[in-house]
């Protein structure tokens, strides 16, 4: 388990990390997201023990990270974005390097051929590592990360610069390690996200603006706000009418279906229903409707939404450290790095 307590992290007069506070609990699959510059990368620097808080507590199993760092990090598998290798050596040499750096106390020989499998580099274990692709240095970076076999797995960008094929197996690697680790995965990816993790956390200006499964933040921002509705009939004229009605938000009209049939997005007003009133300008118009569907949000719409402050917090899975321990949902931070 993780438990960020009230921290803060100041580079100068700047606020990077607005006395934030969550939990990541026992197998779980944490998905941390924000834009650039919003404190995300100093947040997981803290909690890896690569940089200090200015105030503040991060516990990992229990262990403060600050005041043990040694028995904290023992935990701790990390991969930042950009991984920790040593170009001019081979796979095999490097893993066994970082093997003594841990200080590893598992079967040499056994728990590197299981990671040497786990991550598919078994064919290029006797390879010099800066003669490898970028995908199979991802892949050294993630084995580097699993040696000691910690219960707790980092990783910033996993997949940043991999090809297609290559994301679909890291993010298949990482499903299958949440089975048996805590992950904390860090991704600009939203699809990657979604597709991976149980629950999300949004950063935005150093403060944390969204905590929750994605299903459930979705439906808490959208409030089932948004309408697709196929319609014949002019576009510019269903446009025009479409936004006349009370409620309608907003109208596009990106898809062409056929021939004079779109499929318009309506953004409705939270807690407005307007499918009586679409139904009753379609008859008067004498168009036809082929089909309609209330939608939820992406996960992109709701980041961009949590990141541009269209909407306020939504924090269900925060649990609270201390009696002071929740950040008021209007509390704002100046500019921030990352």
Request: glycine letters at 6%; charged letters at 25%; proline letters at 3%.
């Amino acid at each position: 388990m993780i438990e960020v307590k009230d921290l803060t992290k100041y580079y100068g007069s700047k606020l990077a990390v607005n006395h934030i506070n969550f939990t990541v609990n026992d197998g779980e699959i944490l998905g941390f997201l924000g834009p650039n510059g919003a404190g995300k990368s100093t947040t997981m620097n803290i909690m890896t023990g690569y940089i200090s808080s200015s105030t503040g507590q991060v516990l990992i199993n229990g262990v403060d990270i600050l005041e043990n760092p040694i028995a904290a990090k023992r935990n701790i598998g990390y991969l930042p974005e950009i991984p920790p290798l040593y170009q001019d050596m081979t796979v095999k040499a490097y893993l066994n390097f970082v093997y003594d750096l841990k200080k590893c106390k598992l079967s040499r020989k056994s728990h590197l051929e299981e990671i040497f499998k786990l991550c598919k580099i078994t064919d290029v274990q006797d390879r010099i590592l800066k003669r490898l692709s970028k995908g199979y240095r991802q892949r050294v970076g993630l084995a580097q990360a699993l040696i000691g076999n910690p219960p707790i797995l980092i990783l910033d960008e996993p997949t940043v610069g991999l090809d297609p094929k290559q994301i679909i197996e890291i993010r298949t690697l990482i499903k299958k390690l949440g089975k048996r680790h805590t992950v904390i995965l860090s991704s600009h990816i939203l699809s990657e996200i979604q597709a991976v993790c149980d629950r999300i956390i949004i950063i935005n200006k150093g403060t944390i603006v969204a905590d929750d499964t994605i299903e459930d933040l979705s439906k808490a921002i959208s409030k089932s706000n948004r309408l697709t509705v196929r319609l014949d009939g002019n576009r510019e004229e269903v446009l025009f009418e479409l936004g006349k009605i009370s409620g309608v938000v907003s109208v596009t009209a990106d898809m062409q279906r056929e021939d004079s049939l779109y499929d318009y997005e309506i953004e409705q007003k939270a807690n407005t229903d307007v499918r009586k009133d679409i139904n009753a300008m379609v008859q008067r118009k004498g168009w036809n409707i082929y089909q309609m569907q209330v939608g939820e949000m992406t996960l992109e719409d709701a980041f961009l939404k949590m990141t541009a402050g269209e909407v306020s917090p939504v924090i269900v899975h925060n649990t609270k450290t201390d009696d002071s321990s929740n950040t008021s949902s209007d509390e704002t931070s100046e500019k921030t790095t990352d």
